[in-house]
Each structure stands twice: as structure tokens, then as C-alpha cells.
């Protein structure tokens, strides 16, 4: 088993690139990984295209589980394809209009990438991963009157940067 904290990159599911953080724990068979976790992107303060005093807020909270696999083992290196799935709720507010409100949505997507590990003090990684996604749905955010302002990308990027320990 291991636990893995992270921190995260994120470009398109905001409308601008984002850091974020996460947790999780992993379960080992063989070459093999699968993971169950957690991760939040956290406010990000946004600004309407169509109205200069309009602001918006965006968060994400997700859980994720997934599968990896180590191709290469070459103590102390680790390299291998993941491949996961989450799902979690992102939510909006607005600020600066005659009707401020908010609003949530459901957040699915499906996600494919690679991880890299050292280990470099034995039981503690050092973890590096990239991926992209891609939503099962596009929660549009949008205020009456001003349309939508947001609406997730197609495909999603992420990177990740943690340390993971195996006991």
C-alpha cells in the first residue's frame, strides 16, 4: 500500500490554468496500482467577458479511482501508463450584477497518462505525472442575462508533483 499527497496543474477546466492539490491511497498487485482518491482545485476568481464589474468564482472537488501500471521498474525508477476515472461537483458564483447567484453541477470525466517515480530515501517517492481528460459532460456556467461565460474545454491537462510512501 502507499499514500500519495499531491499538488495539481490543471488547464481546461477553469477558464484559466489552475493549481490544485490531492490525496490518495494505492494498493499494489504485482506491476499493477489502483488508486482511490481526492483532489481540489480551489476558488479561482474570474472576470465575465461581457461585463467589466462582473466577477465569478469556480472550485472543483473530485474523487478519483483509478489504475497504473509500472512497465519499467528499475530501482530506484518507475515509469508506466494510468488511466482513471472521477467524479466530483464543480461549483460557481457571481458578483458584480444586478442578480448575483450561484450554482453546482455534476463533474465525470475519463483520463489517460503517465507517471513517473524515484525513490529516493526507501520507503518515500518522489511522483511526476501527466495526463489529459476528457469530460462525459460540459457543465456550462452561465448568469441570466450576460449567457454563458464558461464551459469546460474538450480535453482537459493535468500534471501532478507529490510524494508518495509505501508501507
Same mark, same amino acid.
Not at 489517460?112 to 456550462?140: I, Q, Y
Given at each position: 500500500?502507499? %499514500?500519495? @499527497?499531491?499538488? $495539481?496543474? !490543471?488547464?481546461?477546466? /477553469? *477558464?484559466? *490554468?489552475?493549481?490544485?492539490?490531492? &490525496?490518495?491511497?494505492?494498493?499494489?498487485?504485482?506491476? #499493477?496500482?489502483?488508486?482511490?482518491? +481526492?483532489? #481540489? $482545485?480551489? =476558488?479561482?476568481?474570474?472576470?465575465?467577458?461581457?461585463? !467589466?464589474?462582473?466577477?465569478?468564482?469556480? !472550485?472543483? =472537488? $473530485?474523487?478519483?479511482?483509478?489504475?497504473?501500471? &509500472?512497465?519499467?521498474?528499475?530501482? *530506484?525508477?518507475?515509469?508506466?501508463?494510468?488511466?482513471? /476515472?472521477?467524479?466530483?461537483? +464543480?461549483?460557481?458564483?457571481?458578483?458584480?450584477?444586478?442578480?448575483?447567484?450561484?450554482?453546482? &453541477?455534476?463533474?465525470?470525466?475519463?483520463?489517460?497518462?503517465?507517471?513517473?517515480?524515484? =525513490?529516493?530515501?526507501?520507503? @518515500?517517492?518522489?511522483?511526476?505525472?501527466?495526463?489529459?481528460?476528457?469530460?462525459?459532460?460540459?457543465?456550462? %456556467?452561465?448568469?441570466?442575462? %450576460?449567457?454563458?461565460?464558461?464551459? &469546460?474545454?474538450?480535453? +482537459?491537462?493535468?500534471?501532478? %508533483?507529490?510524494?508518495?510512501?509505501? /508501507?
Amino acid at each position: 500500500m502507499a %499514500l500519495f @499527497v499531491r499538488a $495539481l496543474a !490543471d488547464v481546461g477546466s /477553469f *477558464p484559466a *490554468p489552475t493549481l490544485g492539490f490531492g &490525496a490518495a491511497l494505492s494498493l499494489f498487485v504485482g506491476r #499493477y496500482r489502483l488508486e482511490a482518491g +481526492i483532489s #481540489y $482545485l480551489p =476558488t479561482r476568481a474570474f472576470a465575465f467577458p461581457t461585463l !467589466d464589474t462582473a466577477t465569478g468564482n469556480i !472550485d472543483l =472537488t $473530485l474523487a478519483h479511482v483509478g489504475a497504473c501500471a &509500472a512497465f519499467l521498474q528499475r530501482r *530506484p525508477f518507475e515509469l508506466g501508463p494510468c488511466v482513471s /476515472f472521477e467524479a466530483g461537483r +464543480i461549483q460557481s458564483a457571481s458578483a458584480g450584477i444586478s442578480s448575483p447567484g450561484q450554482g453546482a &453541477a455534476a463533474w465525470l470525466a475519463f483520463s489517460a497518462g503517465g507517471r513517473f517515480a524515484w =525513490t529516493f530515501a526507501r520507503p @518515500v517517492s518522489l511522483v511526476v505525472g501527466v495526463g489529459a481528460g476528457v469530460p462525459v459532460v460540459h457543465p456550462e %456556467l452561465a448568469v441570466s442575462g %450576460l449567457g454563458a461565460v464558461h464551459r &469546460a474545454s474538450p480535453v +482537459i491537462g493535468r500534471a501532478e %508533483l507529490g510524494f508518495e510512501v509505501r /508501507f
